[in-house]
């Protein structure tokens, strides 16, 4: 056992871990980090910055075609798959070294391994015990495994940023935002894309506009979207792999994503030894502090399964070191998280979808459209932008912004703190737009269609 205990040891360097170890240290606190895999976790590593990365890697095909009713006649585009794997990788190696920077100049100390809860107030990594006052889990969350025969022929996410050769037909299994995302990149990049989804439609839990709407424009993309089938099996053929489809259909494919949700990382940690409380999920349960059912153990980030997004882990961590170490006032508030989709073309939203405001308001006015951007009058292109505005017919207050277009993530980020700082319609109107903009459609936006 190391001598003096640690102020708070934490189990994972990704997003929730890192900037609670680093703010904790800050603070004056003596901590450590255990990360038995890459400094950065999902994020950094497998998650929003390659997968973003790739999305603007895929954008550029749509560009050269575009450029052609502006005059421009490109030359042969040819896309080299090495070249971009190996371009992510530096650009992560790069951002490793930062995170390893930025945690040991606020004076963390980085243990490498896997990390394991021996009591509530130690940790063993490597065969080395470790004392602690306080422990915070913060190991994020893996991808559901496939469960039908042959499901270990399938790849989940992780593996896709370095699939040894660029698929030629790639089945993507899976309907949420990663399985959408994966799909639209990989169309992008040149391969031939079916997905595969349960359900009648992609996106669930989104706004059903946006849903049918982001669909359509997959669609004009060249995506194949098969829907209401499972896979049943998969086996490997002398040309690569079949698919076998619960409708008894089949499919030739050389790569198949498997993308139907994440889990909580909590086994092999002792949680159950100790008395962690988990939920059906797996996921750790924490009350309001993100305290877990024992005391001194802290969980935040995708490991409570709350909203798996990188600002929230990154919020929580900053309320729950402000809640050990600071006055504790900061709060974190799940209302209004705002979220995009990184497909072709982007989706962005925050607040309620239409059912979701009728639920809870009753009388709501919906202010819709969808329009074809400046952009694309030259272009060439039949892609249209989809926006939708939804207001408590009461209050006046907006309460959902819908947005499917070319950045709409960076459209929909500013309107999130207008809804946040509680904005009517009244204020929209009021509002004066920039000129020209798709964006500005947001204030122009007259007569409800319901
Ligand atoms: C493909 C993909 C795309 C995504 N895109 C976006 C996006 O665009 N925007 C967005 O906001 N979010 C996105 N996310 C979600 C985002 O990555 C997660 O919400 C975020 O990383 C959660 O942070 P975390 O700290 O909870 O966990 P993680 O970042 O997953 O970090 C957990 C860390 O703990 C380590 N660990 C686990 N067990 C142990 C152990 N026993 N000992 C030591 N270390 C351990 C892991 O190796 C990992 O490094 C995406 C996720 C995926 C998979």
Not at 43 to 67: M, R, T, W
Not at 349 to 355: A, F, K, N, Q
Not at 418 to 428: N, R, V
Request: some cysteine; charged content about 20%; overall charge neutral.
């Amino acid at each position: 056992m190391s001598s003096t205990p640690f102020d708070l040891f934490v189990i994972g360097a990704g997003s929730g871990g890192v900037r609670a170890a680093r703010m904790a240290a800050q603070r004056g606190a003596r901590v450590a980090v255990a990360e038995s895999s890459a400094l950065g976790g999902t994020c950094v590593n497998v998650g929003c910055i390659p997968k973003k990365l790739y999305s603007h890697a895929a954008h550029f095909a749509d560009a050269f075609e575009q450029s052609r009713g502006f005059g421009w006649t490109p030359g042969e585009a040819r896309f080299d798959w090495a070249l971009l794997k190996a371009n992510r990788a530096r650009e992560i190696a790069r951002l490793n070294g930062v995170y390893e920077t930025l945690l040991r100049d606020a004076g963390v100390t980085i243990l490498r391994g896997r990390a394991q809860l021996v009591s509530p107030r130690a940790v063993r990594v490597d065969g080395l015990e470790h004392a602690a006052q306080r422990i915070l889990v913060a190991t994020g969350g893996h991808s559901v495994a496939p469960d039908y025969p042959g499901g270990e022929l399938a790849v989940t996410s992780d593996a896709m940023f370095d699939l040894p050769v660029f698929p030629r037909h790639l089945v993507v299994v899976g309907g949420g935002y990663i399985a959408c995302e994966f799909t639209s990149i990989f169309r992008g990049l040149g391969a031939r894309v079916t997905q595969i989804v349960r359900g009648e439609r992609i996106l669930r839990g989104f706004d059903e506009d946006v849903r049918a709407f982001l669909a359509r424009q997959m669609a004009q993309h060249g995506v194949e979207l098969r829907t209401g089938v499972r896979p049943a099996s998969v086996a490997r053929g002398c040309d690569g792999l079949k698919l076998t489809l619960s409708d008894g259909s089949t499919l030739a494919a050389d790569t198949v994503l498997q993308a139907t949700g994440r889990r909580p990382n909590t086994s092999g940690l002792g949680l159950q030894a100790l008395g962690v409380r988990l939920d059906e999920q797996g996921a750790i349960v924490v009350d309001s502090g993100f305290e877990t059912s024992v005391p001194g153990v802290y969980a935040i980030g995708d490991v409570i399964d709350r909203i798996q997004l990188t600002p929230v882990a990154l919020a929580e961590a900053m309320v729950l070191v402000d809640r050990l170490l600071g006055n504790g006032t900061r709060r974190i508030d799940y209302d209004l998280v705002p979220t995009a989709v990184f497909t072709h073309p982007n989706v962005a939203t925050v607040g309620l979808t239409e059912s979701q405001a009728r639920e809870r308001f009753g009388a709501v006015k919906v202010f819709r459209t969808d329009f074809k951007p400046l952009k694309h009058t030259l272009s060439g292109s039949p892609e249209r932008v989809f926006m939708k505005l939804l207001v408590d017919a009461a209050t006046d207050r907006v309460v959902g912004v819908h947005m499917v277009g070319g950045e709409a993530g960076e459209v929909v980020q500013g309107f999130a703190v207008a809804l946040k700082a509680g904005a009517t319609k009244a204020q929209f109107d009021a509002t004066i737009g920039i000129h020209p903009t798709a964006a500005e459609e947001f204030v122009t936006l007259r007569e409800p269609v319901a």
